[in-house]
């Protein structure tokens, strides 16, 4: 075993002697190596061609030192140029890019005198027609056509200038006989135009061919919004009879002067207009937008009972990479991930308004006072509108000249407005004292008086099965009609306020009328007895048009047909105001009468929901007064970009 152990530790020395043997003559070799190479070189770097025997004379130690010293090199060098690009190289927006949008509804007039009334025409009008003025994207009217204006000092004359060598899309030249007879066709009862009313009085004059003066009977704050108005060209339209203007080509291809110009439309085989294409117009005298084409595709109208839409699902299904509007309960039936949802800010109040004249019951204020504490405004918020708006308790928004945040308003209070209908007579009923004693319909809705207990018609039969609690007084039953137009919102808004009238034991009869419909046969002729509906208000919100006594019947706008003779004074002082100061005090009194009168009970200012594929940049819009004022900025929308040095 001795000799075993002794055998084996002769081999290791053998073998560490021979490794040893070994390595000197290389070590050998790497001195003369480093001698040859001093010898060639004595001072200073050595030769480029000497570089690739570099490494038959550095140490591994050496080696690795290099290494990290050359990926320390590239990686600063790699910063730099990173920083210097990030600093010298811009990104910028260039022309190019298609957009599609969906439209809810379809093109019937595009049309400035003839739009008014559908939102699918006023988007189009926009695009294609320019007017004197025009609302950039913070919403503040600036010059369009016009180089400049003036206003007089009573606010009665208004002149403008108009830009030099504007041209209409068929190359001929604009001038002020375009703006005039524009503005006198809308006078023109013949053509129909919405406009009509409101430029009743107003005088146009050609001051020559680039001047055009406007003279008003009295001062009418909110004159400069209607000037935002298309204008039409004169060569085109003085030819054609007022009488049938609605039937002409012109109205589905127009020349206009404004950014875009028409190219084509599409058709089904019904004869449907299904798509609308506009490219930017080269002759206009503005900036020119990025976007190459729009094109538009038309879909119905939501319907509030189903949740799904063919607009939702193109969007989806990116057939389309925008919707106009989203109601506020489909927004959940969104699953592109890629697109952005805007929430634009509206001046518009939504309110329930009281018709004194058609349900005589409306007069009485405690009967007002309770239906305004019976609603719940926070309910309504919630789960009409999913929290997208604001509570209002006034006519006159926060933001606006005369909002007072410490309004005495009334608050949600149900246990209060059952009291108040107990302490005026009207008797609670169960629902078998309701059955036992009203059980077949009078043909109208309003309560009727009279001397025997009489049957009466419930209008809709599933009212009165959901209710449990009624009320009735000298056998008269306590019994109202509720109108609303067919939006989504509107809809779910008009259910919980029928739930929480019925709650304190009013009856309501819903009624929900097409929004295509619901102004001419419902709000012209004031017929409903509480109407839900929402007034947008502008960008210089007068109350005037909205609560004078002079604005109860059509086409004034006081749709609570509400006469308070210190209200009229007021908003007639506040009219004649000299200073911005004494037209907030003339507000703020305003304010707290409406509030104290309760003519209606308001309710929210709803936002506009727009949805868009987040290829589209450039969109800054956050307020709007009309929905096709989305569009105000959309010169600088966007998809392609390249790069510029800064």
């Not at 190019?96 to 400035?112: D, K, M, Q, W």
């Not at 789960?383 to 308790?393: D, F, K, P, R, S």
């Amino acid at each position: 075993m001795r000799t075993s152990a002794k055998s084996a530790l002769g081999r290791k020395k053998e073998q560490a002697e021979f490794k040893k043997n070994q390595s000197e003559p290389e070590l050998m070799q790497q001195n003369l190596d480093k001698k040859l190479v001093a010898s060639l070189k004595p001072k200073g770097l050595p030769y480029w061609k000497q570089m690739r025997y570099v490494s038959r004379v550095l140490s591994k130690k050496e080696k690795g030192i290099i290494n990290f010293l050359i990926f320390l090199i590239i990686l600063s060098m790699s910063y730099w140029g990173y920083t210097f690009y990030s600093k010298n190289i811009q990104v910028v927006p260039v022309q190019g890019g298609e957009y599609s949008e969906a439209l809810i509804g379809a093109p019937r007039f595009i049309n400035p005198l003839l739009a008014q009334t559908n939102d699918v025409d006023m988007d189009l009008v926009k695009l294609i027609y320019s007017g004197l003025l025009t609302y950039n994207k913070k919403l503040e009217l600036v010059g369009d056509l016009a180089e400049n204006y003036t206003v007089s000092e009573d606010q009665k004359i208004y002149t403008f200038t108009l830009k030099k060598d504007v041209v209409w899309h068929d190359g001929e030249l604009l001038s002020a006989n375009d703006i005039v007879f524009t503005f006198q066709s809308a006078q023109d009862p013949q053509y129909k135009s919405p406009l009509f009313y409101s430029l009743r009085g107003v005088k146009i004059e050609k001051k020559d061919d680039s001047a055009i003066v406007f003279t008003l009977n009295e001062a009418y704050p909110q004159f400069l919004e209607i000037l935002t108005m298309g204008i039409l060209p004169e060569h085109i339209w003085k030819d054609i009879p007022a009488i049938t203007a609605n039937l002409t080509e012109y109205n589905m291809k127009p020349i206009g002067s404004g950014q875009w110009k028409y190219e084509s439309f599409m058709r089904d085989k019904f004869g449907n207009i299904k798509s609308y294409t506009i490219v930017p117009s080269a002759s206009y005298y503005s900036a020119k937008p990025f976007l190459k084409k729009i094109t538009f595709k038309f879909f119905p109208a939501y319907d509030p009972i189903t949740d799904i839409h063919p607009a939702i699902e193109a969007l989806n299904n990116r057939k389309v990479d925008g919707v106009s509007y989203i109601p506020k309960n489909l927004k959940n039936k969104m699953q592109n991930p890629k697109i952005n949802f805007y929430s634009l800010v509206l001046p518009q109040y939504t309110a329930l308004f009281f018709n004194q004249k058609t349900n005589d019951l409306l007069k009485e204020k405690y009967m007002r006072e309770a239906i305004a504490i019976a609603i719940d405004k926070t309910g309504i918020l919630t789960e009409a509108l999913n929290l997208e708006g604001t509570i209002v308790h006034s006519p006159i928004l926060e933001g606006y000249p005369g909002f007072d945040k410490n309004i005495k308003a009334l608050e949600y209070d149900p246990e209060k407005a059952m009291k108040l209908l107990s302490d005026n007579g009207w008797k609670e009923l169960t629902k078998e004292q309701y059955n036992s004693t009203f059980t077949i319909a009078l043909a109208s809705s309003s309560p009727t008086m009279t001397d025997e207990i009489i049957p009466q018609i419930n209008e809709n039969p599933a009212t009165a099965r959901e209710q449990t609690m009624f009320r009735e007084k000298n056998k008269r039953l306590l019994k109202i009609k509720l109108t609303a137009p067919d939006i989504s919102e509107n809809i779910q808004a008009a259910e919980l306020i029928k739930k929480y009238l019925q709650n304190i034991g009013i009856m309501v009869d819903l009624e929900i009328i097409d929004n295509t419909k619901i102004i001419r046969e419902v709000i012209r002729p004031r017929s409903y007895e509480m109407l839900l509906f929402g007034e947008i208000i502008g960008l210089d919100p007068d109350p005037y048009p909205f609560w004078h006594s002079s604005q109860n019947q059509d086409p004034g706008l006081n749709l609570a047909i509400f006469t308070n003779r210190n209200i009229d004074k007021t908003l007639e002082d506040a009219r004649k105001a000299k200073t911005p100061e004494e037209k907030i005090t003339k507000y703020t009194e305003f304010q707290n009468l409406i509030v104290s009168d309760i003519p209606a009970v308001f309710l929210y200012s709803p936002t506009y929901t727009y949805a868009l594929h987040n290829k589209i940049k450039g969109v800054g819009i956050e307020r709007i007064i009309l929905p096709s004022d989305r569009f105000n900025n959309v010169s600088e929308w966007y998809i392609d970009t390249g790069k510029i040095w800064k």
